[in-house]
């Protein structure tokens, strides 16, 4: 999962992103980050890569980004 994080005029100010997991059953993940002074929009990215087989099975549950 990533994040970009945008100023007014849409340009990436920050990026974080966290480290890459690899499970067979639930987990529970959770990561907190600085707003960048500036900050107006953020991108919320999320990648997912077959590593092998031919399974695509993913899951996911409360997928939520808060900002305070």
Known sequence: MGLVFRNLNGTAISTVSTPSVSYTS???????????????????????????????DTYFHDNSLKVY
């Open 26 to 56: 639930y987990y529970l993940q959770s990561y907190s980050y600085v707003l960048p002074v500036g900050t107006r929009s953020i991108d919320y990215i999320m990648i997912f890569i077959r590593v092998s087989d031919t399974n695509l």
